[in-house]
T-cell receptor, first 111, second 119 residues
Framework: GDSVTQMEGPVTLSEEAFLTINCTYTATGYPSLFWYVQYPGEGLQLLLKATKADDKGSNKGFEATYRKETTSFHLEKGSVQVSDSAVYFCALTRNNNDMRFGAGTRLTVKP | EAGVAQSPRYKIIEKRQSVAFWCNPISGHATLYWYQQILGQGPKLLIQFQNNGVVDDSQLPKDRFSAERLKGVDSTLKIQPAKLEDSAVYLC?????????????????FGAGSRLTVL
């Protein structure tokens, strides 16, 4: 079945460091891909999405490009801030059915 | 716009007791989901409603879990009797997308979740 695999955490970075969180997927056809973020004590929030190959989703300085050839959707940010500390989830959905989530990657940014 | 409302935020019960969680989705959202998020894991779908009908409940442990959305708006998830392994955060989400649409961008809006601890 469809699934998402993301890099294990936790990830600890210093402020202004470069961030990459890897995400790869397994799915038939052409899924839509998402990154959700969960801040402490809050629900999941959509960070960005891409619905077809080569699309780049971006929001709040975060970017991810839908790479069908490598079945990947890696999350990147050029300069992280303390306020980016959260758990990040990669997810996919196909034909608007069940949204499948990765296990999440906890990011801690230190001043 | 008001978000997805859930209650209670926290609940502690003993095993074999029952518990119910309530969710009110964003107004106008036809699709409602219940997810289970065990500590250290990603959310797992329990049940999906389209209006007041069940679309997918294949991962719902029906011997102890039940859910309803009688008027196509708010929903209740019940666990009876609870087991230790049911300790998790129960997330409700909603979306505007109907099954008939095929834009492929099914964006879910999540509530803050209900954290259940079973002792």
């Amino acid at each position: 079945g469809d699934s998402v695999t993301q890099m294990e955490g936790p990830v600890t970075l210093s402020e202004e460091a470069f961030l990459t969180i890897n995400c790869t997927y397994t799915a038939t056809g052409y899924p839509s891909l998402f990154w959700y973020v969960q801040y402490p004590g809050e629900g999941l929030q959509l960070l960005l999405k891409a619905t077809k190959a080569d699309d780049k989703g971006s929001n709040k300085g975060f970017e991810a490009t839908y790479r069908k050839e490598t079945t990947s959707f890696h999350l990147e940010k050029g300069s992280v801030q303390v306020s980016d500390s959260a758990v990040y989830f990669c997810a996919l959905t196909r034909n608007n059915n069940d949204m499948r989530f990765g296990a999440g990657t906890r990011l801690t940014v230190k001043p | 716009e008001a978000g997805v409302a859930q209650s209670p935020r926290y609940k502690i019960i003993e095993k074999r007791q029952s518990v119910a969680f309530w969710c009110n989705p964003i107004s106008g959202h036809a699709t409602l989901y219940w997810y289970q998020q065990i500590l250290g894991q990603g959310p797992k779908l329990l049940i999906q409603f389209q209006n007041n009908g069940v679309v997918d409940d294949s991962q719902l442990p029906k011997d102890r879990f039940s859910a309803e959305r009688l008027k196509g708006v708010d929903s209740t998830l019940k666990i009876q009797p609870a087991k230790l392994e049911d300790s998790a955060v129960y997330l409700c989400a909603s979306s505007t997308v109907r099954l008939a649409e095929s834009s492929g961008a099914n964006v879910l809006t999540f509530g803050a979740g209900s954290r259940l601890t079973v002792l």
